[in-house]
């Protein structure tokens, strides 16, 4: 009977999913969850929380190791701690080689984290499978793309510092280091993601530098110099953090307007901020930061304007234009001056503003997309627009 019963239910004649199939650990995991059987292909998986936060649950993030295909199974995802950050307010994917992503839909998406939640899997057509939110992006994905793009003649790979996990935090630099324009001429731009679960800001940063880095960026790479933090907490992904470091610091409440220093705020902070700082202090300081973020609807770029604007350059209603006129799918709403004061100086997105008085930039959106090359596609948007107006 219980032979019988493991063997039905399934296209492919294979035995069903048990717990011991998933694993919660790797590139893209979980750290705390708990997975038990419900019943037939049906799985209740319990989410721990982020370090020093318990109200703020992990995301999920899942690797079926084996034995996935033929079955389709449901899963019931909770989280005791809270509704705080919940698990289903971003898009979910699922892959069977963690490169192409489709889309999945929660059941409830809108409902708070803490009364639960469901995914109900098509019936997968090869035996492995991974699991993420947004469309995930691990550590290894970017020593991946470093390596890529670090062949160019015109990238620069800096490793600043480690993790606290060990990992490599880079700062990936590219500009025409043979252009007859001297550094110091250059417009310099900065590009980092805090925040280590929001994946689709990482993919958009990735799109700016596939463009900077193709031949159509030849004269951009002359012009101005640009630095990429891909990713600013690289031990997130790997266990489900989607805004902390190991210490529980928030990594977007982390910029010390007086200056970093080392063990007042998270470790990986101080060592991006001291980095910043001595950008800043160099022959080639920055003229534009930008954090990258997501929430819901398509790219959202909010401005505080630096100085160059209508001086040394175009008007910011001209910068805006121009982003419009390579735009014209709509993926990036048209940019905005933000009006409320700055209360949080401790944001990037403010406290660089309030450290350097230069352009600074938060650009949320797309939390809700499932396609990862429309996020390539809205960065390499961005970067042929910031390409046009920093002439
Ligand atoms: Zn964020």
Known sequence: MDESRSFSGNAAGKSDLSTCDFSFDGPIGSQGAVIEKVGKNHFHIKLGHAPGNPGWCNMLYFRIMRNARGNSPRIDVSFQGGDDMRFNHNSATWSYDCRNWHAIDWVNPDEPGKQGDSLLFPGFREDAVWFGAQVPMSHQD??????????????????????????????????????????????????????????????RMAGMVDWLLSDNGTECRRKNICHFIIMMSPDGPGNGWYRVNAEGFDMNRTYLVDGSGSGQQAHEAFIVQKDMESLMASETPVTTSWSMHTWGGPVEPIFLPGPEFGTKLGSFEEFKNIVADNDPGGLIKPLAVRKNPIKLSVMWSSGVYTQFGITTVLCEGAGRWTSKQKSLDAGMILMKSIAGFYQ
């Open 142 to 203: 970017v020593e991946a793309m470093m390596k890529r793009w670090g062949q160019h003649p015109h990238a620069r790979i800096n490793v600043i510092g480690k993790s606290l996990g060990g990992r490599n935090l880079y700062r990936l630099e590219v500009t025409d280091p043979n252009s007859g324009i001297p550094p110091a001429k250059r417009w310099v731009h900065r590009f980092a993601n805090e925040h280590p679960g929001e994946h689709n800001s990482q993919w």
